[in-house]
């Protein structure tokens, strides 16, 4: 197999006696830790997602090789499954410093980051452009962090005068700060840049220009013994395809828009929802739903464009994942064709009604669990029933109960927890998606009969 051999200085798979001569063959299967994030591996609408995830699976698709994917609860446990032999790679952006270097071998795509400041997009003269302007200001950031550690040192290299205000992780993480920044609740945070970057695709509204400390170095990283394997990396990402496919998870990831269409705007034209109202109306019959309560979903997913592609592949006017329309006997030719697209959805509606059953008596509030998994999965939902268990809320409700318990799942001692199965999710995302949704349905309400 083209490429499969690289030269070996050591670790397992010598052969032959000098070591100057020998060579390491690529293990069949590879066994590579990565950690849940929202930029390394996560799972969406039960499809396996992430930068560095969809990065390492062309590695092993070029090479012919098996992926066991292993996922730790932290760097410092990857680093010692990867010191005990546990992991062939880590699939993480490891930093690359001192710390590290005893046990980690950088190798592939080396990432460059700063921390940057996150602010309001103005104008150049209403914007901050330069840290010295920082004095006399206010910036939130995490309390213990390493944003306030650099806060408070630029704070000193400045002689002081910046207002730091230090938030309990607690109550708020740094997502939610970069949320309140856009909302205008607070002013500036800082956070890393690929975090910054990854945020700005949810609110535009976002200024990320301005870095704030010295870059730091981070790449994938092998066992020192194993540099044959890092050289095999290293090979293979100097590659068109590997660097093609590089630059368009870049944009995947950290360019495309993730927001959602606003509700508010929306005018209804002679007594119509939508061009799709007859077939709204013929396959919600199949599930008893009221064909206004569809029409809401096919709203928020596609403000009814059948043309329209998300950042994660969905198609159509109800945003089908290829994965799931392939499950339910829908083929890529006529994943955007209304009525395909639609009647499928119904489908994908009615089985989450059936899992849901027995976790949600109430139909009415189980409407609102089933709009829930359709947009993040059905995996997030019970994660997220299982939290409002263990933490004394609700399982049977959505708001103020399940819906808050889908937010925890984006800290790591709640998607780390033992009850939860399916580890990270942005579950903003899907509060505010069903909340759009049951906004969308009232006003329907109103206006058609």
């Not at 591996?41 to 969809?54: A, L, P, R, S, V």
């Not at 944003?147 to 000193?156: E, M, P």
């Not at 949810?202 to 870059?215: A, C, H, K, N």
Request: aromatic content about 10%; overall charge negative; glycine content about 8%.
């Amino acid at each position: 197999m083209a490429g499969l051999f690289s030269s070996c200085r050591g670790g397992h798979g010598k052969t032959g006696a000098d070591n100057n001569d020998t060579i390491c063959r690529l293990p069949d299967t590879l066994r590579v830790g990565t950690l849940y994030s929202p930029t390394s591996y996560f799972i969406f609408k039960e499809e396996k997602m992430g930068y560095d995830y969809d990065m390492v699976n062309r590695f092993v698709a070029d090479k012919g090789l098996v992926l066991d994917l292993k996922v730790a609860t932290s760097l410092s446990s990857m680093i010692a499954m990867l010191d005990s032999g546990l992991i062939d790679l880590v699939a993480y952006e490891v930093p690359i410093t001192a710390e590290y270097k005893q046990k980690v071998l950088p190798c592939g795509v080396e990432n460059i980051t700063h921390q940057v400041l996150v602010q309001p997009r103005k104008s150049a003269d209403g914007r901050i452009n330069d840290v010295t302007e920082l004095v006399g200001k206010d910036v939130w950031v995490e309390k213990d962090s390493k944003y306030q550690h650099r806060l408070q040192n630029l704070n000193d290299e400045l002689g002081g005068g910046i207002n730091i205000h230090l938030i309990d992780r607690d109550t708020l993480i740094t997502e939610d700060l970069i949320e309140m920044v856009s909302e205008g609740k607070i002013g500036l945070t800082i956070v890393d840049s690929d975090i910054a970057r990854l945020n700005k695709t949810y609110y535009g509204d976002l200024d990320i220009t301005l870095e704030v400390s010295f870059p730091q170095r981070a790449s994938w990283g092998v066992s020192p013994e194993n540099s044959w394997l890092a050289d095999s990396i290293n090979e293979w990402i100097k590659g068109e395809q590997p660097q093609s496919t590089q630059s368009w998870l870049l944009k995947r990831y950290f360019e495309l828009s993730k927001s959602e269409p606003s509700v508010a705007n929306f005018k209804f034209k002679d007594g119509r929802i939508s061009p799709y109202d007859e077939l709204f109306k013929k396959y919600a019959a199949e599930i008893g739903w009221d064909w206004r309560l569809l029409a809401s979903q096919g709203f928020s997913e596609s403000r009814f464009d059948t043309t329209v592609v998300s950042w994660a592949g969905a198609r159509g006017i109800m945003q089908i994942m290829p994965g799931t329309a392939r499950a339910f006997g829908l083929d890529a030719d006529h994943i955007a064709n209304p009525e395909a697209n639609i009647a499928t959805a119904v489908k994908i509606l009615k089985s989450l009604n059936r899992s849901l059953q027995k976790y949600v008596p109430d139909e009415v509030e189980r409407q609102k669990f089933i709009v829930a998994a359709y947009n993040s999965g059905i995996a997030h939902v019970y994660d997220a029933i299982a939290l409002a268990q263990k933490y004394g809320k609700n399982p049977q409700v959505w708001e103020g109960n399940v819906g808050e318990t889908i937010l925890m799942k984006s800290k790591p001692e709640f998607y780390n927890d033992s009850v939860c199965k399916y580890g990270y999710f942005r579950g903003k995302q899907t509060v505010t998606y069903v909340a759009q949704v049951m906004s969308f349905y009232e006003k329907c309400k109103k206006e058609i009969k």
